[in-house]
């Protein structure tokens, strides 16, 4: 019998042992894991509500686009999960979690792999909640406990009425025009922030690509406002360097969306403890594969 298995971890870091250094004023009060160093301004925090389309995810041999052209038969990728029209997950955090077609999940070839790489749509949901804290000072609230609403404000409530709002992934770097490689990254577990993302020794590709797989190389928006995006943006190709191996007692697969802090952040305000609205940010994501061994 095949099986799939999805969820979403609740806070990327929970994963593994997260230093101090990344909790933030209230966490232990209820709210997510977050960057909040003042109460004023934006804060990066961590989503509650996530829901993307997903197309295929995959375990390769080698990195399946190490620079400009996507290949997954070259470099020695088998199927986890594939769909020509992709498929909504919902809620992955919902009771039910995310529910997905069985004809479209394969269980891989036994083998040893190095990287696991996932397409998804450029457009996604996330959600989330926040009150905010005197810097530094878990224990001191400003105010109410705000939630996202649909529109993208924030209405004074609790984390269960959160809505999602519209996110979109068409650049990694707003703050500079698309010419100079904003559709692409690499990072290391090294790399600031990532250490909460990523373990010793792996490395995040994440690539825009247009509905032709391609790597865009034009776009728009303003630079001085980190408006900036790259035109035909659809698709974020997301690709980890983890060792994963496939017994041939394997029986099933199961997948780790994850969606980290940064994807959603909280407009604090000026600082009176009134968060003035939401906003969805393509920043990263990607997956972790884990056989299931038995019957």
């Not at 996202?148 to 519209?166: L, N």
């Not at 590709?205 to 995006?229: F, M, N, R, V």
């Not at 969606?259 to 609205?277: E, H, W």
């Not at 990607?286 to 019957?295: C, D, M, R, Y």
Request: glycine fraction near 12%; proline fraction near 4%.
């Amino acid at each position: 019998m095949k099986k799939l298995f999805f969820c979403l971890a609740l806070s990327i870091s929970s994963l593994f042992v997260a230093p101090s250094a990344f909790t933030g004023p209230g966490e232990s009060l209820g709210n997510t894991k977050n960057d909040c160093n003042t109460s004023s301004d934006s804060c990066d925090i961590t989503p509650t509500k996530f829901s993307t389309k997903i197309y295929r995810v995959a375990l390769c041999t080698s990195n399946p686009m190490p620079s400009t052209t996507l290949d997954w038969d070259g470099n020695g990728c088998v199927d986890v999960y594939n769909s020509t029209t992709g498929e909504d997950t919902g809620d992955i955090f919902s009771d039910t979690g995310a529910t997905l077609s069985a004809d479209n999940i394969s269980v891989p070839t036994a083998g040893s792999y190095t990287h696991i790489a996932a397409l998804f749509d450029k457009d996604f949901k996330v959600g989330s909640h926040h009150k905010v804290y005197n810097a530094g000072d878990s224990t001191d609230p400003l105010g109410e406990r705000y939630y996202s609403t649909s529109s993208g404000g924030a209405a004074v409530g609790t984390a269960d009425q959160v809505q999602m709002i519209s996110g979109e992934f068409n650049t990694f770097m707003p703050q500079i025009a698309c010419e100079n490689d904003a559709a692409f990254v690499e990072r290391s577990a090294t790399t600031e922030g990532y250490g909460n993302f990523l373990e010793a020794g792996e490395t995040f590709y994440g690539k825009i690509l247009t509905s032709t797989y391609q790597i865009p190389t034009t776009g728009g928006g303003s630079i001085e406002t980190e408006s900036a995006y790259c035109d035909g943006a659809k698709y974020l190709l997301s690709i980890v360097d983890k060792a994963t191996t496939v017994g041939s007692d394997t029986t099933g697969i199961h997948i780790k969306i994850l969606a980290p802090k940064g994807l959603i952040r909280a407009n604090q305000g000026s600082g009176d403890g009134v968060i003035t609205g939401f906003t969805a940010h393509g920043s990263l994501m990607a997956v972790k594969v884990l056989p299931i061994t038995g019957s």
